[in-house]
Structure formats: structure tokens, C-alpha cells
């Protein structure tokens, strides 16, 4: 979508990537879970999530697939519930045992993910690596390996703002 749009970073854009749209139609919704569950068993990962409303339909996605049936799902909130069990972390316990691949669909600033790292940490989640499906080429990939902080703990993207939109207005 091409307009003046603020994105969950907080930053300016002159365009939008709303991969949703694409992502909750069937077909790509299982190649995206084919995708990530591969992506997840070459990493070892136990567990495919991150932070919600992005990561929602990808984790989803993976664990529906036959190469995902081995994986938990999981949601990252964005704050503590108030009620309840009070959790951060959404979806069947992931415990010490557990590897986590950190999904998200659209990163500009690698904020989310980095967010999502963070907490998976606190709870004591290891993590196997990180994943978007769309990498905007604004600085997150660069944020997002410094919060892995470990060259064997990929960060990876499907595809970038170029494979996508190649001829956008700030290229």
C-alpha cells in the first residue's frame, strides 16, 4: 500500500507492507508454514512464535503443516495481562528443554523481535533464532542479531522490501 503511514516503530513511512493480507489466504498460509517449520527443524527449534499480532498467523501456520507437527506455538504479548496468570508468553509451557524460533511478519526497526527475545529470556526460553517474512531494510536486521548476540543464532528474512517492492519511492 503506498501512503504516508506511521509504523509500529514509530517511524515515518511513504508506504506500508501489510503482509496479513497475503498471509491469511490459504494457499500462502501453508508454503508460509512449510517454510517456517523447515526453517525451525534446521534450526532445532521446539517452539515457533513471537511477538502478537505478527507472528499470530506464522506460528499458526507452522505448527498446522506435517513438517511442523513436532512444534509448539506461542504469542509474545506486547504487555503483561493484568488478570489471570499474568503471563508474557502465551501458548503451552515452553520449558528448559525448549529451543525458540522468533518469527515476525514485517520488520523495520527489529523492535518487536527484539522485545519478544527479551522476554522469552526472562522466562528462561532458549532461543534458536529469528525469522520475518518480510525484512524492510530499515536497520532491523542489525538490532535483531545484536539481541541474539550469537553468530550461530541466525537472523532470517523470506524476502526483503526489494523482492517485494522494488521500485518503492525511497529506494
Not at 11 to 24: C, G, K
Not at 65 to 93: D, I, M, N, Y
Amino acid at each position: 500500500m503506498i501512503e504516508d503511514v506511521t509504523l509500529s516503530s514509530g517511524r515515518r513511512a511513504s508506504y506500508y507492507v501489510d503482509a496479513r493480507r497475503t498471509l491469511l489466504l490459504p494457499e500462502p498460509f501453508k508454503a508460509l508454514g512449510r517454510l517456517v517449520a523447515t526453517e525451525a527443524k534446521r534450526l532445532g527449534a521446539s517452539a515457533v512464535g513471537g511477538p502478537t499480532l505478527g507472528a499470530d498467523p506464522i506460528a499458526c501456520a507452522a505448527i498446522a503443516t506435517a513438517e511442523g507437527e513436532a512444534l509448539k506455538g506461542f504469542f509474545v504479548r506486547k504487555e503483561r495481562k493484568s488478570h489471570g496468570l499474568q503471563r508474557w508468553v502465551e501458548g503451552p509451557t515452553l520449558g528448559a528443554d525448549d529451543r525458540a524460533l522468533v518469527v515476525e511478519d514485517v520488520v523495520t526497526s527489529g523492535g518487536s523481535l527484539v522485545e519478544a527475545i527479551t522476554r522469552l529470556r526472562e522466562e528462561g526460553v532458549a532461543v534458536a533464532g529469528a525469522l520475518a517474512v518480510v525484512d524492510r531494510l530499515a536497520g532491523g536486521r542489525e538490532a535483531i542479531e545484536a539481541a541474539l548476540g550469537d553468530p550461530h543464532l541466525p537472523y532470517v528474512s523470506l524476502f526483503t522490501i526489494d523482492d517485494v517492492f522494488p521500485d518503492r519511492p525511497d529506494r
